[in-house]
């Protein structure tokens, strides 16, 4: 299971990826892109290869998700794009690019993801229908949004108050 934190950079004193580790053991990474930071601890699966490492990014945006998209070979051929991985996740922002958020109702899967869009100057984050796959967020003092796929990931950063309050 991946995990996946996402954060303004104005909180990069406190991101720590370390807390969510345990959830990606063969790689981790980050990235700060557009004034986020995007955070990703692997557990390689489909596309063992480095080349499935996240955050994916291209000219449209960039993205780190935690799932399996179960039909993303078919969804691969309805995009014009040249795909770096095999990992079944890389399709999501050539989907965006062509779809925009009504991609999320192609997608037959589990899944957790956080995307910026370069076009529209938006931060997306979605779950799978059933919400199988965990997202937390929360804000910061200045009403910046943060994203974790544990709680305790959100917990951890001082300026973050995890949502909903109590928690």
């Known amino acids: 299971m991946c995990g996946i934190l996402v954060v303004h950079k104005d909180n990069v004193d406190s991101f720590d990826l370390d807390i969510i580790a345990h959830r990606g053991p063969n790689h981790s990474s980050k ?6 930071i995007f955070g ?3 557990l390689s ?3 063992t290869s480095s080349n499935g490492h996240q955050p994916f990014i291209n000219k449209h945006g960039i993205s780190v998700t935690n799932g399996e ?3 993303h070979k078919e969804l691969m051929k309805q995009v014009d794009y040249e795909f770096v991985s095999k990992s079944d996740c890389e399709v999501l922002l050539p989907l965006l690019e062509k779809y925009s958020t009504n991609l999320f109702n192609m997608i037959d899967g589990e899944f957790a993801t956080v995307m910026f869009d370069n076009k529209t100057n938006q931060l997306i984050a979605a779950r799978d229908h059933l919400g199988i796959r965990p997202l937390f967020y929360g804000y910061d003092l200045n009403g910046n949004i943060a994203f974790c796929s544990e709680m305790k990931g959100l917990e951890s950063m001082k300026d973050i108050r995890p949502f909903p309050p109590g928690h």
């Open 31 to 36: 990235i700060i892109s557009n004034d986020y």
């Open 40 to 42: 990703f601890v692997r």
């Open 45 to 47: 699966i489909v596309d």
């Open 69 to 71: 998209i179960y039909n």
